[in-house]
């Protein structure tokens, strides 16, 4: 029970850490002294004290849907399995995780457009667009280790060193990239979209939260970290995986190293995010192929490896 | 007499009553709904007696249908579905009361005439158990909704609704009452419980009423009547159709198909195909279409697509023989056709009472009716969320009941099941994102916002009536949620969300009305939001060879690069198959009736020279014999 409250408190604490690490290695990257580490944790804290704007436009939905969006990061994060971890929700599997996600998506869709904003509107129109690309790449990256395990429980597939024939490392990476890629398209990062900009047309994620402020935007701050967290997290678990003949199997060191191994992920973020350009829209899905592609080799070998 | 045949009769006593009560004078108005929702108690309490002890009825001499007598039998499917029926009735009952109230009252005798007609055709064709009475409770099915579809007659288009969706229950017919010739000459019998399909021998009978109950089921290419109809029928008689309508096809093919020992591969092999398309078809063009009932329709393509995708692959199991996936999918088959009902049913009366309110269904013509209509809002919100399958909702359920059928497929040894069942399961995840967007999109665009037109800014709330028939239908899309373990916590999630917004709530001192944020570019106008064609776009262009999308831009003015006076953008989607297929079909067989037609040129001269030409083909023919 202990563990099980020590680890929630650290999932939790995790994503503004790692937002905030990541934008520290970005600025270092760019020759700039950069915020503080903690610098996330200090902006949720002044957002949540802030008065509220709401548009005189807007309905329940507006705020319901940023709730329910940062409910629904919460639930997942707490209920995906960290490696030996059993999570704290048991009976997660992956339909549920990616309609889970959609649900999210829904919310944030209809909470951008519910202002009647013309920006909120054209994100979250790309959004939809976006999703539409990017979700069966997710599947498959999911369902790639589901076919190796012959299960679709999250925590029976996510189980260290237990399953009878994981130890196929190719399933494990093309899973691991895929997920990568995805990530980067779900959390619209930078060949996809551009975090930083506030004003330009193109921008996905951004512009559907404009309208958000105060407590509102912290909350949709704090559930794109989870978010963050939760891709990063299954993206390192499947290279985890992959190389898990050099692991140990004590629960807490492999945590250890999965929380290291997201950290070298936002490095890595950090990296692509200086040196990319951003993706002209039309070029997007020629970079979402990318995540498909690996999906698709992913269950290719895991078919090939079990027959 | 068994309980069940006594509420049978009642059942049956009462849907008579309702009919005549249509013929009293005005002032009695609220008798036939009132008889229409007693005669659905009836109906509910037969079907669940039915359950335990099946309906066994046949109607001996004078009744006699020359070739069968007047037989009804029920099996467990039957039942359940005469129940679905039922359940739906009473919203159903409750929403056409307030919906038809026109001052014409012959209009509104000629509704609930042709209402009770089409429920209790429907209810009994499945009930009937020989083909000659399933044929004439099937024409009255048809010819009843087609009456339904034409009740609204004021506009050419809704005649020629009227007309496309005669012609294709007529294609239907014909070819199911071939394919019952077909099945006699096989199994020499009328009655269903002989035949066995699945043999060699049966081949064409089955494709035959495949095909038929595919028409008229609305599955691709055959949905061309399917948008047209739902859109000039009456928003109850819309969500009847799709709700319940759609699915008496599918469970006609269950019932014949998967009930025996042996199956057809390629049977199996066309309903996943023809499924897997209609699903994928049916999202797209219910992405791009700006009519909320259009909307619907196409994404009944998509559901009873995902329907028939299922009952084929579970066909596929029967056949290998994959007993335990075969009965999950079989579960979730079933089980999806449930919920499709009633939440097709929800979204549709949803849209009946926005179209009552405004008097419009463009969705480009609606806008901020979170505000005026609230209650509708609500229940529309829920039924779109069924619809996109999220997560504690009843949709949901059995869709992830058809995933879970399907990855255990996937787990399979075979790898052509393999590779069948995650094409499948890709198939759904692109069609669940895509509906998710056209869910989006809809909401956002009728309810969001500011209003576009005046009669959305002044629309008020419907009256309890209808509000009481979606809420009820909106329990039955949260009520199958709560029973299922996997979103116990996820209710709980939900819950938290709703109480955090209460105690929010309570926060007014920090919180400051604005207008929208305008860029400093002064107020935002109702024109300066996001139209229906806009949001889909990005896709629209995506799928754009299937939907002959076009934009044209048209942009005048001195310098018209930087100060254009005038920017017009004009967007066209049409069907690919409907412009490339059936025109050039149509075209061709009405050129074909000109032609034929000269063969009847009235002249008795010409007449004779046939009868004498046939005299002599027929003296030919003796003596070549």
Avoid at chain 1, 32 to 58: C, H, M, Y
Avoid at chain 1, 293 to 301: D, E, L, R, S
Avoid at chain 2, 451 to 464: I, L, N, V, W
Wanted: net charge positive.
């Amino acid at each position: 029970m202990v563990s099980y409250i020590v680890y929630s408190i650290m999932i939790l604490i995790l994503p503004l850490l790692l937002m905030g690490f990541l934008q520290k290695i970005k600025a270092k990257l760019q020759n700039r002294i950069g915020a503080p580490l903690l610098q996330p944790f200090f902006n949720v804290l002044k957002l949540w004290n802030k008065t509220q704007i709401l548009s005189e436009d807007a309905s329940f939905l507006f705020r319901f849907g940023i709730l329910l969006n940062f409910c629904i990061a919460t639930y997942l994060i707490l209920s995906v399995p960290w490696l030996n971890f059993s999570p704290m929700i048991m009976g997660l599997d992956l339909f549920l995780l990616v309609y889970l996600l959609a649900a999210a998506r829904f919310f944030n869709i209809l909470s951008a457009l519910d202002t009647g904003s013309p920006f909120g509107a054209f994100s979250g129109s790309r959004e939809a667009a976006l999703s539409f690309l990017v979700e069966p790449s997710l599947v498959l990256c999911l369902l790639a280790p589901g076919l190796l395990i012959n299960s679709n429980v999250m925590s029976e597939m996510f189980a260290f060193k237990t399953a009878v024939n994981s130890d196929n490392p190719a399933v494990w990476i093309f899973a691991s990239l895929g997920l990568f890629i995805t990530a980067l398209v779900e959390l619209s990062r930078m060949p996809v979209d551009d975090p930083n900009t506030h004003l330009e047309l193109t921008m996905v994620h951004e512009a559907m939260i404009i309208e958000a402020s105060g407590r509102n935007l912290a909350l949709c701050e704090y559930s794109y970290a989870l978010k963050l967290t939760l891709f990063f997290g299954l993206s390192v678990q499947c290279f985890l995986h992959a190389v898990s003949a050099f692991l140990p199997s004590n629960e807490w060191l492999t945590l250890f190293f999965s929380v290291i191994g997201m950290f070298f992920l936002a490095a890595v973020l950090a990296m692509l995010e200086t040196v990319l350009v951003k993706l002209k829209w039309t070029k997007c899905p020629d970079f979402i192929a990318y995540a498909l592609t690996m999906g698709m080799f992913a269950c290719i070998v895991a078919l090939r490896g079990r027959t | 007499m068994t309980l069940t045949e006594i509420f049978a009769v009642a059942t049956l006593a009462s849907i008579t009553l309702t009919q005549l009560s249509v013929f009293l004078p005005g002032k009695y108005r609220l008798v036939t709904p009132t008889l229409f929702c007693l005669s659905a108690l009836f109906g509910m309490a037969f079907s669940i007696f039915s359950l335990s002890s099946p309906l066994n009825f046949v109607l001996h001499s004078p009744v006699f249908l020359g070739l069968m007598p007047v037989q009804f039998a029920s099996n467990c499917l039957s039942s359940a579905f005469c129940l679905l029926l039922c359940l739906l009735l009473l919203p159903f009952a409750l929403f056409s009361q307030s919906y038809i109230k026109t001052k014409n009252s012959l209009e509104t005798r000629f509704f609930w005439l042709t209402s009770g007609l089409f429920v209790l055709s429907m209810g009994s064709v499945l009930l009937s158990s020989n083909a000659i009475l399933f044929l004439i409770l099937w024409e009255v099915m048809s010819l009843s909704s087609a009456a339904l579809v034409a009740s609204e007659m004021f506009t050419r288009n809704t005649a020629r609704a009227a007309l496309i969706y005669l012609s294709a229950t007529r294609v239907a017919t014909a070819l199911i009452a071939g394919g019952f010739l077909a099945a006699y000459y096989s199994f020499k019998s009328w009655n269903f419980c002989d035949w066995h399909f699945g043999g060699t021998n049966s081949l064409l009978a089955e494709i035959l009423i495949t095909l038929g109950c595919l028409i008229k089921s609305g599955i691709w290419p055959f949905h061309i009547w399917l948008p047209y109809a739902y859109q000039a029928a009456p928003a109850p008689s819309a969500a009847l159709m799709s709700g319940l309508m759609g699915k008496v096809p599918i469970i006609i093919l269950i019932q014949f198909f998967l009930g025996h020992s042996s199956h057809s591969l390629f049977i199996a092999y066309i309903l996943i195909v023809l499924g897997a398309i209609s699903t994928l078809w049916g999202v797209i063009f219910s992405l791009v279409q700006n009519d909320l009932k259009k909307i619907l329709a196409y994404s009944s393509v998509e559901n009873l697509g995902m329907i028939t995708l299922t009952l084929g692959i579970c066909q596929l199991c029967k056949h290998y023989p994959l007993d335990g996936v075969a009965s999950v999918l079989f579960a979730a088959l079933l089980f999806h056709i449930f919920n499709h009902a009633i939440f097709k049913s929800l979204l549709f009366l949803g849209a009946g009472a926005i179209y009552k309110q405004t008097r419009t269904s463009n969705i480009n013509e609606l806008g901020g009716l979170s505000r005026n209509m609230p209650g509708t809002f609500l229940f529309f919100l829920i039924g779109g969320a069924a619809l996109c399958s999220l997560p504690p909702l009843n949709g949901f359920c059995s869709k992830w009941l058809i995933y879970e059928g399907l990855f255990k497929l996937a787990l399979n040894k075979d790898i052509t099941l393999c590779v069948i069942a995650l094409l499948v399961i890709l198939v759904l995840i692109i069609a669940g994102a895509l509906s998710l967007a056209t869910v989006s999109k809809t909401i956002s665009i009728v309810f969001s916002g500011r209003p576009r037109t005046k009669h959305s800014g002044q629309a008020t709330e419907c009256d309890f009536a209808i509000n009481l028939s979606q809420g009820i239908l909106a329990v039955l899309c949260i009520l199958p949620g709560l029973f299922c373990v996997q979103s116990k916590y996820l209710w709980i999630s939900v819950l938290f969300a709703i109480i955090f917004y209460a105690g929010f709530l309570k926060q007014n001192k920090q919180r400051k009305i604005y207008s929208t944020w305008e860029c400093g570019f002064g107020a935002l106008s109702s024109r300066m939001q996001q139209t229906s064609e806009s949001f889909s776009q990005p896709i629209a262009v995506f799928f754009s060879p299937l939907l002959r999308y076009k934009i044209v831009a048209e942009i005048t003015g001195k310098d018209r690069r930087h100060f254009p006076e005038r920017v017009k953008t004009e967007q066209s989607t049409q069907s690919v198959l409907e412009a490339k297929v059936y025109t050039p079909l149509v075209v061709f067989v009405s050129a074909l009736g000109r032609h034929i037609n000269r063969l009847q040129a009235g002249s008795i001269h010409i007449y004779l020279s046939y009868l004498l030409l046939t005299l002599i083909t027929l003296i030919c023919l003796e003596l070549v014999w």
